[in-house]
């Protein structure tokens, strides 16, 4: 088989026509080219309604059909009435436009004529052009026809006679494999999306295949009426519009036009049949009108027996099955099924209307239907509806409700099956596919759903949005020293605070892990925005009560504003991310707007991690030594080993720029193992050749320190190997690691002790003000910050701090190094306060190892005896 694809509207009936195709698909404007004598015939209707529409610019709060007049449009083709013009036509006409009071130009199918004002309306399919007009923010109004009730059917399928005739068969077939393949891309518009783009043709993207499956929906109604269904009234109801317009003479007779696919029952050869059967009837009937008297009390009795029959069945069917009275509503009669799930007696259902029983905003949907019920528009009808049972619960029904015969009021046959079970795990599945199951919040899917639908709002609106990104500062703390469970609690009661911040109207979602998002649609003002800010920030401030414990957080929130700061979703979030950080980076616990500058920033760092990940194998990671000098002697005991990184095309790069990188991509572990190697090399080296005592010390990230896998055992064996000893390394850590320490922490604190390696606290005195952990833990030594040691002078309250911790570390047995030592009078002071040991430019700035390699020998007389 092969799809050929129409070139326009009346493409498909000249190719049939012609038999260079067998079967086509086109506009209710079959029916004229039938009744103009083309033997063509309607297989099956797809849609029960017609897609096309007038869409215009839209022109003011009150929009009117009329505010056409006079202007430019694009309605079907100007040399062939018989695309779209005809029910649009139809449309005009009957809201009182004449078609000589529009300045029509030849449709060129491109939306773009209406958005940039080449023409003011066109005709369209609502099933496409207005996903488009959405993308590009372009405010529109549609006027239906059906509006006027011009109810036309759409997408037909049809064939011609000459096929009927010749393959009665086929035509059977091709028509019901059709109306299956139809039923199937309804129930599965995702696969079938995917299926048009591999296969077929890529000229639309995925959005807007499924943008217009589901705008399909409420045209073919695959749930309420059977695919390929046509009724014959419907067409004269078309036929008629076609009269009004000129097209068609009244009364027009379309015999043939419609396929009937019950083969055997054309209804003339029917009547004929009928006919003669009916006068052999009569001569029958005249030959044994004795027996027939005989006969009748054994069809009374087989009546009689047939509606017992009926009876049992209908009281033991497994489905709910009532008669219902189609005008009044009222059940005429149930069987035992259908009262145990509407939850009520048989004789009070009898006594009550459907609408009575059912949930009351199901109940103008199924009269609507009803009434096309008893005005014969349709046979019958399926839907999900809900029952209300006495005691307010509710149930989910479906239903099917098929016309039944009758004298004299119409009546409807009403069988239901319970589905709430199958609602119930519906919604718990769409529940648990769009909320967060900790918190209720949307979760990112959902959170991503509302906002694609509030910027395609805010672009027909003119309206801004404001995205907040918010992130729990130190919840990772609380984690660790209060449990999980207890930061599920504070996660719970924080996205309550943050919701009591904010609008009914605004949504607040949780990505994950303590992130949290808040929209803010319709902004009036964007000043509002900092007071909502500032009101999360205030109330997350606020202690948190878990348990018998109480945690104290912070919030850091990044800000981007739609579409001052991006026109797409990506860039939005990636801005709202950045702006976040850049409000942790300056110190946490405040909001941050993003600006083109932080973009900036987040590229340059992209960059530079993907520069730092390849530094390694480039060899462009450097170690620089500084020489620690003993004080009271002069002598240099020990070097500290920094790290430097030469980069081939911006130079050095700062430690303090890219040490956080590292940190945060991971890279801190492996730079960390090429450090400690690096440096168990010189130091192996210099105790050979310069000192047996010599020691190095090297800095160790929190991050670094903190990871689970491993431990010091890779260290320990590395050191075995060279034939060094612990205590050749000092291990330079912050206060920070030490301030209610994990489990973790102190196990590789006591690692380090059992091995001999010797653990200094960096950058002391600027960090935490509890000193409990000095006696808890063993620390080797303290250095003092070179914030004290810039400005000491006698007297001075930087000399006086300087001399108390020099005395407290000394009344614990620690050793003492200052520091950013530049001057030989800061030198001195300290030395006079007994501090042991000094560090700075006074004695030497950081050297590549070989520099400080060639300084240690060629001064053998400053070296430790």
């Known amino acids: 088989m092969q799809i050929r694809e129409g070139t326009d509207g009346n493409e498909p009936e000249r190719a049939v026509l012609s038999g260079r195709s067998q079967y086509g698909v086109g506009s209710s404007s079959l029916l004229l080219a039938r009744m103009s004598g083309k033997p063509l015939v309607v297989l099956a209707v797809v849609f029960q309604h ?35 013009a005809d029910e649009v036509m139809a449309y005009l006409k009957k809201e009182g436009i004449a078609t000589n009071s529009l300045i029509r130009v030849e449709h060129s199918f491109n939306p773009d004529d209406l958005v940039k004002g ?33 109810d036309f059917y759409g997408d037909n399928l049809f064939t011609s006679e000459q096929e009927i005739n010749s393959h009665p068969a086929r035509v059977r077939a091709f028509r019901a494999a059709s109306m299956r393949g139809w039923q199937y891309a309804m129930n599965h518009q995702e696969e079938i999306a995917d299926l048009i783009l591999n296969k077929y043709t890529r000229r639309h993207d995925r959005t807007h295949l499924l943008y217009e499956a589901r705008q399909m929906v409420p045209l073919v109604q695959p749930v309420l009426v059977e695919i390929g269904y046509m009724n014959p009234e419907r067409w004269q109801h078309i036929a008629d519009i076609y009269a009004d317009l000129g097209m068609l003479p009244k009364d027009a007779s379309f015999n043939g036009f419609l396929y009937n696919a019950e083969p055997g029952s054309d209804l003339t050869w029917l009547y004929r049949v009928l006919g003669v059967a009916a006068s052999l009837l009569v001569i029958g009937a005249i030959i044994h009108f004795s027996l027939l008297t005989r006969e009748r009390s054994r069809a009374e009795e087989a009546i009689r027996k047939g509606e017992q029959r009926f009876r049992t069945m209908f009281e033991a069917a497994p489905m709910g099955i009532a008669l219902i009275d189609t005008v009044s509503g009222r059940f005429l009669d149930v069987n035992p099924r259908y009262a145990e799930i509407a939850g009520r007696p048989e004789s009070e259902i009898r006594a009550s209307r459907w609408m009575d029983i059912c949930h009351p905003e199901d109940v103008a949907p199924e009269q609507e239907k009803l009434n096309q019920l008893a005005a014969q528009q349709i046979s019958g009808f ?29 009546h409807h046959l ?68 209060l449990g999980h469970h207890q930061g599920d609690v504070l996660l719970v009661d924080a996205a309550r605070r943050i919701g009591a911040c904010v609008r009914e109207t605004d949504t607040v979602a949780r990505l994950g892990g303590d992130e949290f998002t808040v929209i803010l649609p319709n902004l009036s ?13 205030d109330s997350l401030r606020q202690p948190f009560q878990l348990g018998q414990e109480q945690a104290f957080v912070s919030a850091s929130i990044g800000i981007t504003v739609y579409p001052d700061d991006a026109a797409s979703i990506e860039d939005l979030l990636k801005h709202a991310d950045q702006a976040m950080y850049a409000a942790k980076g300056a110190g946490r616990n405040r909001f941050s707007y993003f600006t083109p500058a932080l973009q900036v920033a987040a590229l340059n760092r992209m960059r530079l991690t993907n520069d730092l990940r390849g530094a390694l ?15 009271a002697t002069g002598k240099i005991h020990k070097a500290e080993a920094l790290l430097r990184w030469e980069h081939p095309q911006r130079g050095m790069v700062s430690p303090l720029e890219f040490i956080p990188l590292a940190e945060s991509s991971g890279l801190i572990v492996d730079i960390g193992e090429w450090v400690f190697h690096e440096t168990a090399c010189w130091v192996q080296r210099w105790r050979k050749e310069v000192h047996p005592d010599f020691q190095v010390s090297l800095n160790q990230s929190p991050l670094e320190f903190q990871r689970e896998r491993g431990g010091y ?32 922490v102190t196990d590789k604190l006591l690692q380090l002790r059992d091995a ?41 309250s930087d000399m006086a701090l300087s001399d108390a911790i020099i005395v407290m570390a000394h009344k614990l047995d620690l050793s003492v190094i200052a520091e950013g030592v530049e001057t030989p009078e800061q030198r001195d002071l300290l030395a006079a306060a007994g501090c042991d040991y000094g560090q700075g430019y006074l004695f030497a700035r950081p050297l590549p190892a070989a520099d400080f390699d060639a300084m240690l020998k060629s001064q053998p007389q400053s070296i430790a005896a």
């Open 525 to 537: 003002e964007v000043d509002r925005v900092e007071s909502i800010a500032e009101h999360i920030i």
């Open 617 to 631: 194998k480039g060899e462009q990671l450097k170690l620089y030594f500084q020489p620690i000098v003993h004080l």
């Open 414 to 481: 009403c069988m239901i099956e319970d589905i709430t079970d199958k609602k119930e795990s519906e919604a718990l599945i769409w529940q648990q596919a769009n909320f967060d199951p900790l918190t209720q919040l949307p979760n990112r899917r959902m959170f991503l759903d509302r906002l694609q639908h509030d910027v395609l709002k805010s672009r027909r609106d003119g309206t801004r949005i404001a995205i907040l990104f918010i992130d729990l500062d130190h919840f990772k703390e609380v984690n660790d020293t």
């Open 713 to 744: 055992e890779a260290w320990l064996k590395h050191l075995r190997q060279l034939g060094v000893p612990g205590q050749a390394v000092v291990v330079e850590i912050t206060e920070g690691l030490l301030l209610d320490a994990s489990a973790l």
């Open 382 to 410: 399926k839907l999900a509806m809900r029952l209300l049972r006495p005691d307010g619960r509710e149930v989910w029904v479906e239903a099917s409700l098929k016309a039944v015969a009758s004298e004299t009021t119409p």
């Open 756 to 796: 001999g390696i010797q653990v200094a606290l960096d950058d002391f005195g600027t960090g935490y003000s509890s000193l409990s952990y000095l006696k808890k833990f063993d620390i080797d030594y303290l250095k003092i910050d070179r914030s004290f040691t810039r400005n000491l002078a006698p007297d001075s």
């Open 50 to 84: 017609s897609p096309y529409a007038l869409a215009m610019r839209q022109t003011g709060p009150a929009p009117h059909i009329r505010s056409i007049v006079g202007k430019r449009v694009m309605i079907g083709s100007l040399t062939d009435e018989l695309t779209q």
């Open 118 to 150: 080449k023409v003011d309306a066109m005709s369209i399919f609502v099933t496409n052009e207005p996903d488009y007009l959405d993308r590009v923010g372009f405010p529109y109004d549609i006027y239906l026809p059906r509006a006027a009730g011009i």
